[in-house]
Nanobody, 123 residues
Framework: QLRLVESGGGLVQPGGSLRLACAAP????????LGWFRQAPGKEREKVSC????????YYSDSVKGRFSISRDDAKSTVYLQMNNLKPEDTADYYC????????????????RGQGTQVTVAT
């Protein structure tokens, strides 16, 4: 079992930025594709972004493209989600996921999931 721990969520004003981090304290993430999905109350889960195991491919949902950026630091067993120009509709619980080696909308990592971190965008 791969343990994933998210951090970096919080309250931010519209237009602001947050950086989420997801670490694997007990393992290396080198061989996994990594990603983030989010879920807002009453809404379906949304695949936000992912990155391939070698970092060579990335995916972003249309709703975050151009505003969010995913990166990975395998030396620290950590994946990041830089979120800029945040909007109220970005408010959700954000979950880190890991699995497989590929990253694409139709091949989204989902074998392991963290506990989530809450992001609230409001004035």
């Amino acid at each position: 079992q791969l343990r994933l721990v998210e951090s970096g969520g919080g309250l931010v004003q519209p237009g602001g930025s947050l950086r989420l981090a997801c670490a694997a304290p007990d393992a290396t993430l080198t061989n996994y594709a990594l990603g983030w999905f989010r879920q807002a109350p009453g809404k379906e889960r949304e695949k936000v972004s992912c990155i391939g195991s070698r970092g060579e491919t990335t995916y972003y949902s249309d709703s975050v493209k151009g505003r969010f950026s995913i990166s990975r630091d395998d030396a620290k067993s950590t994946v990041y989600l830089q979120m800029n120009n945040l909007k109220p509709e970005d408010t959700a619980d954000y979950y880190c996921v890991a699995g497989g080696i590929w990253c694409a909308e139709h091949a989204f990592p989902e074998d392991f999931r963290g506990q989530g971190t809450q992001v609230t965008v409001a004035t």
